[in-house]
Protein backbone atom coordinates (compact mmCIF):
# COMPACT_ATOMS: atom_id res chain seq x y z
CA UNK A 1 0.00 0.00 0.00
CA UNK A 2 0.95 3.18 -0.80
CA UNK A 3 2.13 5.23 2.43
CA UNK A 4 0.35 9.09 2.74
CA UNK A 5 2.54 11.58 2.41
CA UNK A 6 2.77 14.55 4.61
CA UNK A 7 4.56 17.80 4.34
CA UNK A 8 7.84 17.25 6.14
CA UNK A 9 9.03 18.96 9.49
CA UNK A 10 11.88 19.02 10.24
CA UNK A 11 11.63 19.68 14.28
CA UNK A 12 8.31 17.31 14.49
CA UNK A 13 8.54 14.65 17.02
CA UNK A 14 9.59 10.97 16.75
CA UNK A 15 6.48 9.92 17.00
CA UNK A 16 4.87 11.83 13.99
CA UNK A 17 8.04 11.40 12.21
CA UNK A 18 7.71 7.53 12.36
CA UNK A 19 3.86 7.71 11.46
CA UNK A 20 4.79 10.02 8.45
CA UNK A 21 2.15 12.85 9.51
CA UNK A 22 2.34 15.92 9.86
CA UNK A 23 3.51 17.23 13.53
CA UNK A 24 2.02 20.21 14.45
CA UNK A 25 5.25 20.82 16.92
CA UNK A 26 3.07 21.58 20.14
CA UNK A 27 5.06 21.19 23.46
CA UNK A 28 5.25 19.53 25.48
CA UNK A 29 3.46 17.08 23.32
CA UNK A 30 1.84 17.96 20.09
CA UNK A 31 -1.58 16.98 18.97
CA UNK A 32 -1.48 13.96 17.53
CA UNK A 33 0.50 12.53 20.49
CA UNK A 34 -2.20 13.77 22.99
CA UNK A 35 -5.14 12.39 20.90
CA UNK A 36 -3.95 9.31 20.50
CA UNK A 37 -2.73 9.06 23.63
CA UNK A 38 1.31 8.39 22.51
CA UNK A 39 4.30 9.30 24.44
CA UNK A 40 5.66 12.13 22.52
CA UNK A 41 9.36 12.44 22.21
CA UNK A 42 8.79 15.76 23.31
CA UNK A 43 8.01 15.16 26.98
CA UNK A 44 10.88 13.12 27.17
CA UNK A 45 13.05 16.70 26.85
CA UNK A 46 11.34 18.03 30.19
CA UNK A 47 11.77 17.36 33.83
CA UNK A 48 9.76 14.13 35.22
CA UNK A 49 7.77 14.86 37.78
CA UNK A 50 8.65 12.83 41.74
CA UNK A 51 5.10 11.11 41.47
CA UNK A 52 2.11 10.71 39.81
CA UNK A 53 -1.22 9.35 40.84
CA UNK A 54 -2.87 7.90 37.75
CA UNK A 55 -6.08 5.46 37.68
CA UNK A 56 -5.54 2.47 35.14
CA UNK A 57 -7.94 3.24 32.56
CA UNK A 58 -9.84 -0.15 30.71
CA UNK A 59 -9.74 -0.73 27.29
CA UNK A 60 -13.46 -0.66 26.04
CA UNK A 61 -14.98 -0.85 22.33
CA UNK A 62 -17.39 2.58 21.34
CA UNK A 63 -20.42 1.42 19.40
CA UNK A 64 -21.61 4.19 17.30
CA UNK A 65 -25.74 4.95 17.83
CA UNK A 66 -25.55 4.68 13.77
CA UNK A 67 -25.90 0.71 12.65
CA UNK A 68 -23.73 1.55 9.16
CA UNK A 69 -20.98 2.07 11.24
CA UNK A 70 -17.56 0.86 9.04
CA UNK A 71 -15.66 -2.37 10.61
CA UNK A 72 -12.09 -0.06 10.29
CA UNK A 73 -14.07 2.48 12.68
CA UNK A 74 -15.08 -0.22 14.88
CA UNK A 75 -11.24 -1.38 15.39
CA UNK A 76 -10.18 2.01 15.78
CA UNK A 77 -12.52 2.65 19.17
CA UNK A 78 -9.95 1.24 21.46
CA UNK A 79 -8.03 4.33 21.22
CA UNK A 80 -10.70 6.58 20.95
CA UNK A 81 -12.19 5.31 23.76
CA UNK A 82 -9.76 5.09 25.70
CA UNK A 83 -8.95 9.33 25.11
CA UNK A 84 -12.79 9.47 26.22
CA UNK A 85 -11.59 8.19 29.19
CA UNK A 86 -8.65 10.74 30.28
CA UNK A 87 -10.96 13.09 29.47
CA UNK A 88 -14.03 12.63 31.50
CA UNK A 89 -10.85 12.55 33.96
CA UNK A 90 -9.72 15.65 33.20
CA UNK A 91 -13.15 17.25 33.18
CA UNK A 92 -13.58 16.62 36.65
CA UNK A 93 -10.28 18.28 37.65
CA UNK A 94 -11.22 21.35 35.05
CA UNK A 95 -14.87 21.41 36.74
CA UNK A 96 -12.48 20.80 40.80
CA UNK A 97 -10.12 23.85 40.32
CA UNK A 98 -13.24 26.18 38.55
CA UNK A 99 -15.44 25.92 41.88
CA UNK A 100 -12.43 26.26 44.23
CA UNK A 101 -11.80 29.64 42.40
CA UNK A 102 -15.80 30.91 42.83
CA UNK A 103 -16.18 29.76 46.44
CA UNK A 104 -18.90 27.48 45.62
CA UNK A 105 -18.98 24.03 47.24
CA UNK A 106 -18.23 21.39 44.98
CA UNK A 107 -20.96 18.77 44.91
CA UNK A 108 -17.91 16.81 42.21
CA UNK A 109 -15.56 16.62 45.54
CA UNK A 110 -13.64 13.34 45.87
CA UNK A 111 -11.36 12.04 48.21
CA UNK A 112 -9.42 10.80 45.41
CA UNK A 113 -6.35 12.00 43.41
CA UNK A 114 -7.32 12.98 39.58
CA UNK A 115 -5.24 11.53 36.75
CA UNK A 116 -2.24 14.11 35.53
CA UNK A 117 -1.49 13.89 32.17
CA UNK A 118 1.03 15.81 30.25
CA UNK A 119 -1.08 17.50 27.68
CA UNK A 120 -2.05 21.02 27.26
CA UNK A 121 -4.27 20.91 29.78
CA UNK A 122 -1.79 20.98 31.85
CA UNK A 123 0.67 22.59 30.36
CA UNK A 124 1.03 24.74 27.64
CA UNK A 125 -1.72 25.69 25.69
CA UNK A 126 -1.21 25.81 21.81
CA UNK A 127 -2.12 28.58 20.07
CA UNK A 128 -6.01 27.60 18.85
CA UNK A 129 -5.37 26.76 14.95
CA UNK A 130 -8.37 26.28 12.44
CA UNK A 131 -8.83 24.03 9.29
CA UNK A 132 -10.93 23.82 6.59
CA UNK A 133 -12.89 20.88 8.08
CA UNK A 134 -14.00 23.41 11.41
CA UNK A 135 -15.85 25.74 8.92
CA UNK A 136 -17.54 23.11 7.94
CA UNK A 137 -18.43 22.09 11.89
CA UNK A 138 -19.01 25.40 12.31
CA UNK A 139 -21.61 25.88 9.60
CA UNK A 140 -22.97 22.67 11.07
CA UNK A 141 -23.88 23.78 14.14
CA UNK A 142 -25.19 26.75 13.18
CA UNK A 143 -27.17 25.99 10.26
CA UNK A 144 -28.27 22.20 10.36
CA UNK A 145 -27.69 21.22 14.16
CA UNK A 146 -31.10 22.97 15.41
CA UNK A 147 -32.68 20.04 14.20
CA UNK A 148 -31.05 17.81 16.37
CA UNK A 149 -31.09 19.28 19.76
CA UNK A 150 -33.01 18.61 22.66
CA UNK A 151 -35.72 21.51 21.91
CA UNK A 152 -38.35 22.78 19.97
CA UNK A 153 -37.70 24.22 16.03
CA UNK A 154 -37.79 28.11 17.85
CA UNK A 155 -36.04 27.26 20.36
CA UNK A 156 -33.36 25.54 18.72
CA UNK A 157 -33.04 28.08 16.39
CA UNK A 158 -32.30 30.60 19.26
CA UNK A 159 -29.93 28.92 21.67
CA UNK A 160 -27.98 27.82 18.14
CA UNK A 161 -27.70 31.62 17.03
CA UNK A 162 -26.99 32.81 20.88
CA UNK A 163 -24.18 30.14 21.82
CA UNK A 164 -23.32 31.18 17.71
CA UNK A 165 -22.98 34.44 18.85
CA UNK A 166 -21.08 33.99 22.49
CA UNK A 167 -18.64 31.69 21.21
CA UNK A 168 -17.56 34.18 18.50
CA UNK A 169 -15.17 36.07 21.08
CA UNK A 170 -15.04 33.50 23.93
CA UNK A 171 -11.99 30.61 22.59
CA UNK A 172 -12.75 28.06 25.03
CA UNK A 173 -16.49 28.22 23.79
CA UNK A 174 -15.83 28.17 20.05
CA UNK A 175 -13.73 24.69 20.50
CA UNK A 176 -16.05 23.25 22.26
CA UNK A 177 -19.00 24.11 20.08
CA UNK A 178 -16.99 22.22 17.49
CA UNK A 179 -16.70 19.30 19.35
CA UNK A 180 -20.37 19.26 19.79
CA UNK A 181 -20.82 19.46 16.09
CA UNK A 182 -18.26 17.05 15.06
CA UNK A 183 -19.84 14.30 17.68
CA UNK A 184 -22.81 14.82 16.09
CA UNK A 185 -21.18 14.30 12.81
CA UNK A 186 -19.60 10.75 13.47
CA UNK A 187 -23.26 9.94 13.86
CA UNK A 188 -24.50 11.87 10.59
CA UNK A 189 -21.85 10.28 8.42
CA UNK A 190 -21.13 6.91 9.53
CA UNK A 191 -18.13 6.53 6.90
CA UNK A 192 -15.98 9.23 8.52
CA UNK A 193 -17.52 8.31 12.13
CA UNK A 194 -13.34 7.72 13.18
CA UNK A 195 -12.17 10.82 11.78
CA UNK A 196 -14.99 12.95 13.73
CA UNK A 197 -15.15 11.18 16.83
CA UNK A 198 -11.27 11.83 16.95
CA UNK A 199 -11.91 15.45 16.10
CA UNK A 200 -14.70 15.82 18.57
CA UNK A 201 -12.29 14.39 21.50
CA UNK A 202 -8.93 16.40 19.85
CA UNK A 203 -10.99 19.74 20.53
CA UNK A 204 -12.85 19.52 23.75
CA UNK A 205 -9.33 18.29 25.28
CA UNK A 206 -8.36 21.83 23.58
CA UNK A 207 -11.60 24.03 24.92
CA UNK A 208 -11.23 22.30 28.79
CA UNK A 209 -7.26 23.44 28.72
CA UNK A 210 -8.75 26.94 27.06
CA UNK A 211 -11.72 27.23 30.29
CA UNK A 212 -9.66 25.88 32.44
CA UNK A 213 -6.83 29.19 31.74
CA UNK A 214 -9.89 31.70 31.50
CA UNK A 215 -11.91 30.27 34.87
CA UNK A 216 -10.27 32.82 37.17
CA UNK A 217 -11.57 35.84 35.04
CA UNK A 218 -14.24 34.32 32.87
CA UNK A 219 -18.04 35.21 32.86
CA UNK A 220 -20.73 32.69 34.51
CA UNK A 221 -23.07 32.61 31.10
CA UNK A 222 -20.74 31.81 28.41
CA UNK A 223 -19.45 28.97 31.12
CA UNK A 224 -22.93 27.75 31.61
CA UNK A 225 -23.40 27.53 27.60
CA UNK A 226 -20.13 25.56 27.42
CA UNK A 227 -20.73 22.74 30.00
CA UNK A 228 -24.13 22.00 28.41
CA UNK A 229 -22.28 21.52 25.50
CA UNK A 230 -20.17 19.42 27.20
CA UNK A 231 -22.40 17.16 29.62
CA UNK A 232 -24.17 16.34 26.46
CA UNK A 233 -20.84 15.24 24.26
CA UNK A 234 -20.10 13.38 27.63
CA UNK A 235 -23.25 11.48 28.47
CA UNK A 236 -23.06 10.78 24.53
CA UNK A 237 -19.77 9.00 24.57
CA UNK A 238 -21.19 7.36 27.68
CA UNK A 239 -24.18 6.21 26.08
CA UNK A 240 -22.50 4.94 23.00
CA UNK A 241 -20.18 2.45 25.04
CA UNK A 242 -21.13 -1.23 24.91
CA UNK A 243 -18.47 -2.35 26.96
CA UNK A 244 -18.45 -4.74 29.68
CA UNK A 245 -21.26 -3.40 32.13
CA UNK A 246 -19.05 -2.51 34.98
CA UNK A 247 -16.81 -0.73 32.92
CA UNK A 248 -19.67 1.42 31.46
CA UNK A 249 -20.98 2.05 34.85
CA UNK A 250 -17.68 3.57 35.63
CA UNK A 251 -18.33 6.20 32.85
CA UNK A 252 -21.94 7.09 33.36
CA UNK A 253 -20.96 7.40 37.51
CA UNK A 254 -18.26 10.04 35.80
CA UNK A 255 -20.77 11.31 33.62
CA UNK A 256 -22.82 11.98 36.82
CA UNK A 257 -20.10 14.22 38.22
CA UNK A 258 -19.39 16.12 35.25
CA UNK A 259 -23.18 16.76 34.83
CA UNK A 260 -23.37 17.91 38.08
CA UNK A 261 -20.93 20.57 37.18
CA UNK A 262 -23.75 22.29 35.11
CA UNK A 263 -24.92 23.35 38.50
CA UNK A 264 -21.71 23.86 39.86
CA UNK A 265 -20.65 26.37 37.57
CA UNK A 266 -24.31 28.50 37.73
CA UNK A 267 -23.60 28.55 41.61
CA UNK A 268 -24.91 32.18 42.95
CA UNK A 269 -24.99 33.23 39.37
CA UNK A 270 -28.27 31.07 38.47
CA UNK A 271 -30.55 33.97 38.49
CA UNK A 272 -27.96 36.70 36.29
CA UNK A 273 -27.90 33.41 33.78
CA UNK A 274 -31.64 33.26 33.71
CA UNK A 275 -31.93 36.87 32.85
CA UNK A 276 -29.03 36.91 30.11
CA UNK A 277 -31.11 33.47 28.30
CA UNK A 278 -34.30 35.02 28.38
CA UNK A 279 -32.73 38.69 27.24
CA UNK A 280 -30.79 36.44 24.62
CA UNK A 281 -33.42 34.31 23.27
CA UNK A 282 -37.29 35.63 24.64
CA UNK A 283 -38.00 32.59 26.69
CA UNK A 284 -37.15 30.84 29.67
CA UNK A 285 -34.40 28.07 30.38
CA UNK A 286 -35.79 24.51 28.96
CA UNK A 287 -35.46 23.49 32.88
CA UNK A 288 -37.75 25.76 34.08
CA UNK A 289 -40.42 23.74 31.91
CA UNK A 290 -40.47 20.56 34.51
CA UNK A 291 -38.95 22.23 38.30
CA UNK A 292 -43.22 22.40 39.70
CA UNK A 293 -45.00 18.80 38.03
CA UNK A 294 -48.06 17.26 40.39
CA UNK A 295 -49.55 14.87 37.99
CA UNK A 296 -49.66 10.93 39.08
CA UNK A 297 -48.66 8.89 36.47
CA UNK A 298 -48.45 5.27 35.82
CA UNK A 299 -44.56 5.69 36.93
CA UNK A 300 -44.79 7.63 39.70
CA UNK A 301 -46.81 4.76 40.73
CA UNK A 302 -44.23 2.39 40.53
CA UNK A 303 -42.13 4.72 41.86
CA UNK A 304 -43.78 4.84 45.14
CA UNK A 305 -44.02 1.41 45.34
CA UNK A 306 -40.41 1.04 44.98
CA UNK A 307 -39.79 3.41 47.65
CA UNK A 308 -41.17 1.54 49.85
CA UNK A 309 -39.56 -1.72 48.96
CA UNK A 310 -36.70 0.66 49.26
CA UNK A 311 -37.37 1.61 52.98
CA UNK A 312 -38.50 -1.52 54.10
CA UNK A 313 -35.32 -3.71 52.86
CA UNK A 314 -32.72 -1.14 53.81
CA UNK A 315 -31.89 -0.20 57.71
CA UNK A 316 -28.84 1.60 56.63
CA UNK A 317 -29.90 5.57 56.35
CA UNK A 318 -26.19 6.40 54.46
CA UNK A 319 -28.15 4.30 51.81
CA UNK A 320 -31.74 4.26 52.15
CA UNK A 321 -31.77 8.49 52.37
CA UNK A 322 -29.93 8.46 48.80
CA UNK A 323 -31.76 6.46 47.33
CA UNK A 324 -35.10 7.95 48.25
CA UNK A 325 -33.67 11.61 47.31
CA UNK A 326 -32.92 10.27 43.58
CA UNK A 327 -36.03 8.49 43.86
CA UNK A 328 -38.11 11.61 44.53
CA UNK A 329 -36.48 13.63 42.05
CA UNK A 330 -37.44 11.11 39.30
CA UNK A 331 -40.41 11.11 40.68
CA UNK A 332 -41.28 15.21 40.01
CA UNK A 333 -39.85 14.44 36.56
CA UNK A 334 -41.45 11.37 36.03
CA UNK A 335 -45.04 12.97 36.33
CA UNK A 336 -45.05 14.15 33.21
CA UNK A 337 -44.16 11.18 31.54
CA UNK A 338 -47.16 9.85 30.73
CA UNK A 339 -48.82 13.05 28.96
CA UNK A 340 -48.11 13.99 25.06
CA UNK A 341 -44.39 14.83 25.22
CA UNK A 342 -42.53 16.09 22.32
CA UNK A 343 -39.31 14.48 21.75
CA UNK A 344 -37.25 17.92 23.55
CA UNK A 345 -39.27 17.59 26.50
CA UNK A 346 -38.52 13.94 27.00
CA UNK A 347 -35.04 14.93 26.36
CA UNK A 348 -35.26 17.73 28.98
CA UNK A 349 -36.33 15.71 31.20
CA UNK A 350 -33.09 13.31 31.02
CA UNK A 351 -30.46 15.40 31.46
CA UNK A 352 -32.32 17.23 34.11
CA UNK A 353 -31.80 13.85 36.30
CA UNK A 354 -28.21 13.83 35.23
CA UNK A 355 -27.52 17.25 36.82
CA UNK A 356 -29.70 17.17 39.77
CA UNK A 357 -28.77 13.72 41.11
CA UNK A 358 -27.79 14.12 44.36
CA UNK A 359 -23.80 13.28 44.84
CA UNK A 360 -24.26 10.77 47.47
CA UNK A 361 -26.88 8.65 45.44
CA UNK A 362 -23.77 8.88 42.49
CA UNK A 363 -21.53 7.34 45.46
CA UNK A 364 -23.77 4.01 45.66
CA UNK A 365 -23.81 3.82 41.78
CA UNK A 366 -20.30 3.54 42.28
CA UNK A 367 -20.49 0.70 44.69
CA UNK A 368 -22.77 -1.20 42.81
CA UNK A 369 -25.24 -1.20 45.56
CA UNK A 370 -28.56 -2.62 44.29
CA UNK A 371 -31.34 -0.13 45.44
CA UNK A 372 -28.86 2.23 43.78
CA UNK A 373 -28.36 0.16 39.79
CA UNK A 374 -32.33 -0.50 40.34
CA UNK A 375 -33.05 3.20 40.66
CA UNK A 376 -30.95 3.71 37.59
CA UNK A 377 -32.62 1.04 35.86
CA UNK A 378 -35.83 2.95 36.36
CA UNK A 379 -34.15 5.83 35.04
CA UNK A 380 -33.05 3.95 32.44
CA UNK A 381 -37.13 4.05 31.07
CA UNK A 382 -36.69 7.97 30.76
CA UNK A 383 -34.07 7.45 28.42
CA UNK A 384 -35.43 4.66 26.65
CA UNK A 385 -38.56 7.65 26.03
CA UNK A 386 -36.38 9.75 24.53
CA UNK A 387 -34.30 6.84 22.32
CA UNK A 388 -35.26 9.32 19.22
CA UNK A 389 -32.42 12.07 20.33
CA UNK A 390 -29.09 10.89 19.07
CA UNK A 391 -27.50 11.64 22.63
CA UNK A 392 -29.25 9.01 24.22
CA UNK A 393 -30.31 6.69 20.97
CA UNK A 394 -31.40 2.87 22.82
CA UNK A 395 -29.33 3.46 25.63
CA UNK A 396 -31.94 3.02 28.00
CA UNK A 397 -32.89 -0.36 26.84
CA UNK A 398 -29.12 -1.15 27.31
CA UNK A 399 -29.14 0.02 31.16
CA UNK A 400 -32.51 -2.02 31.99
CA UNK A 401 -31.33 -5.47 30.61
CA UNK A 402 -27.58 -4.87 31.57
CA UNK A 403 -28.80 -4.08 35.46
CA UNK A 404 -31.33 -7.17 35.22
CA UNK A 405 -28.52 -9.31 34.20
CA UNK A 406 -26.18 -8.00 36.66
CA UNK A 407 -28.47 -8.43 39.35
CA UNK A 408 -30.13 -11.34 38.91
CA UNK A 409 -33.44 -13.18 39.72
CA UNK A 410 -33.60 -12.16 43.55
CA UNK A 411 -34.30 -8.39 41.83
CA UNK A 412 -36.56 -9.95 39.40
CA UNK A 413 -39.28 -8.44 41.14
CA UNK A 414 -37.91 -4.95 41.43
CA UNK A 415 -36.89 -4.33 38.44
CA UNK A 416 -40.34 -5.99 36.44
CA UNK A 417 -41.84 -2.64 35.04
CA UNK A 418 -38.65 -1.48 33.83
CA UNK A 419 -38.48 -4.76 32.04
CA UNK A 420 -42.26 -4.74 30.76
CA UNK A 421 -41.76 -0.89 29.42
CA UNK A 422 -38.71 -2.49 26.84
CA UNK A 423 -41.39 -5.57 26.05
CA UNK A 424 -44.19 -3.02 25.17
CA UNK A 425 -42.17 -0.83 23.14
CA UNK A 426 -40.39 -3.54 20.87
Known sequence: MRRRSARKSRY???????????????????????????????????????????????????????PNLSKACQQDDEVQHGNSSMLLLSCRRVFDATEEARGLISPLSQDRTILTVPSPINNVLPEPTFQLHHLELFYHFEHD??????????????????????????????????????????THRPYQACFYREEATHLQTRALGLFNAAKATGEAFPAFLFSILLSHQILFDTFSTRADFPTFLDKLVTSFHLCAGVRAIAGESWNSISMQYYQQTGME?????????????????KLTYLGRLIKDKSTDLSVSTPCIEALDI?????????????MPLRSVVVLRWAVAVP?????????????????????????????????????GAFIIRSITRYLGSCWDEWLAWPNEVLHATS
Request: aromatic share 10%; proline share 5%.
Open 359 to 395: TDFVKLVEQRRPEALIITAYYGVLIHNARDFWVFGDA
Open 12 to 66: GCKECKRRHVKCDETKPSCANCVIRRLQCSFVSGLPTPQSITSTPTANTTTVSPN
Open 330 to 342: LRNLSSVGDAPLS
Open 285 to 301: LPYKWILDTDSETIFTR
Open 145 to 186: MWRFVSLDDVMGKNFMAMVTRQAITIPYLMDQLLAFSAAHMS
